[in-house]
C-alpha cells in the first residue's frame, strides 16, 4: 500500500515556475516508478513524466526541456519542477506510484497508486 499527497499548486502567469511535490509512505518510492500526471477540465488524464531506477526519467513531448522530475528517497518526497509555464498547462496534477510501462519507444507509468491532485493554474 502507497499513500500520496500532492503540495505546491497554485496559480502563476505564463512564463513563470512552480514546483510540485509528492510525499509518499507506505511501500513506497524506492520499489515503484513515481510519476505525474494532469487532467485538463473537459479532457482525458495525461502523462507528464517519470522516474524510475533512482534516475532514469522520461517526459510528455508537451513538457520536454520545461519540466523536470526528481525525487529525495531520504525523505520520500518527488519533485516537479516546471518552468516556462504555459496557459495550456493549467490542470490538476496528480502524482502516481506503479510498474513502469514500456510501449513503442515511449515509458509511462501504471498507477495502481494515486494522491488527491493539486490545481495548477497558468495565467496569460
Known amino acids: 500500500q502507497v499513500q500520496l499527497v500532492e503540495s505546491g499548486g497554485g496559480l502563476v502567469q505564463a512564463g513563470g515556475s512552480l514546483r510540485l511535490s509528492c510525499a509518499a509512505s507506505?511501500?513506497?518510492?524506492?520499489?515503484?516508478?513515481m510519476g505525474w500526471f494532469r487532467q485538463a477540465p473537459g479532457k482525458e488524464r495525461e502523462f507528464v513524466a517519470v522516474l524510475w531506477s533512482g534516475a532514469s526519467t522520461y517526459y510528455a513531448d508537451s513538457v520536454k526541456g520545461r519540466f523536470t522530475i526528481s525525487r529525495d528517497n531520504d525523505k520520500n518526497m518527488v519533485y516537479l519542477q516546471m518552468n516556462s509555464l504555459k496557459p495550456e498547462d493549467t490542470a490538476v496534477y496528480y502524482c502516481?506510484?506503479?510498474?513502469?510501462?514500456?510501449?513503442?519507444?515511449?515509458?509511462?507509468?501504471?498507477?495502481?497508486?494515486w494522491g488527491q491532485g493539486t490545481q495548477v493554474t497558468v495565467s496569460s
Open positions: 507506505g511501500r513506497t518510492a524506492s520499489v515503484y516508478a
Open positions: 502516481a506510484a506503479g510498474p513502469l510501462i514500456y510501449d513503442s519507444g515511449s515509458y509511462s507509468l501504471r498507477g495502481d497508486w
